[in-house]
């Protein structure tokens, strides 16, 4: 059970647009930043978003971020086959001493 | 270019013990704070501990606290993860990771390196 909570699965089309939510609590989302990570199969995981919307250099800008309260959302617009991969929550919680937390993960299939 | 090479990974037997290590090359180690993260087999990403720049402040999950404990050494640019007591349910692939920023922002991986613990 994971203490961020994602959809197991998401699908969409090429050229759609796709968003992917992450529920948190006061803990974690609602007194931190969020950030978003894509990894494909077999390979390590890539920051897509941090600080809740900002995307890293390299980053296309068809991919966004937002947050309010204590969820957030990816946003992908202009799907492309290319996107299929897991993408994953994350935030630092301030229960407990501190400690990171991830969502569970979302599995994006693009049709 | 940022680079972060895991190694240490194995087999173990229950309640063994095994010390993985991350180089860091590319960057002023020093100035980031490290993170472990690891990833059991088919299943989502687990953080597992973070450790500041200069030694100062250790995090880790419940799941490993008391078992695990993190480490760096900025003079040879390394991070380590010593496990101890490990479970079957330590299986899994470990990565280092940079953190850019507070909040687990991490913006550089490693290609993680893989410890299964099995009798």
């Known amino acids: 059970q994971s203490v961020l909570t994602q959809p197991p699965s998401a699908s969409g089309t090429p050229g759609q647009r796709v968003t992917i939510s992450c529920s948190g609590s006061?803990?974690?989302?609602?007194?931190?930043?969020v950030n978003w990570y894509q990894q494909v199969p077999g390979t390590a995981p890539k920051l897509l978003i941090y600080n809740n919307n900002q995307r890293p250099s390299g980053v296309p800008d068809r991919f966004s971020g937002s947050k309010s309260g204590t969820s957030a959302s990816l946003a992908i617009s202009g799907l492309q086959s290319e996107d299929e991969a897991d993408y994953y929550c994350?935030?630092?919680?301030?229960?407990?001493?501190?400690?990171?937390?991830f969502g569970g993960g979302t599995k994006l299939t693009v049709l | 270019e940022v680079q972060l090479v895991e190694s240490g990974g194995g087999l173990v037997k229950p309640g063994g013990s095994l010390r993985l290590s991350c180089a860091a090359s590319?960057?002023?180690?020093?100035?980031?704070?490290m993170n472990w993260v690891r990833q059991a087999p088919g299943k989502g990403l687990e953080w597992v501990s973070s450790?500041?720049?200069?030694?100062?402040?250790?995090y880790y999950a419940d799941s490993v606290k008391g078992r695990f404990t993190i480490s760096r050494d900025n003079a040879k640019n390394s991070l380590y993860l010593q496990m101890n007591s490990l479970r079957a349910e330590d299986t899994a692939v470990y990565y280092c990771?940079?953190?850019?920023?507070?909040?687990?922002?991490?913006?550089?991986w490693g290609q993680g390196t893989l410890v299964i613990v099995s009798s």
């Open positions: 990771a940079r953190e850019v920023a507070g909040g687990l922002p991490l913006d550089y």
């Open positions: 006061n803990s974690n989302i609602g007194s931190n930043t």
């Open positions: 994350a935030a630092w919680d301030d229960s407990l001493n501190g400690r990171g937390v």
């Open positions: 450790i500041t720049r200069s030694s100062g402040y250790m």
């Open positions: 590319g960057f002023t180690f020093s100035t980031y704070s």
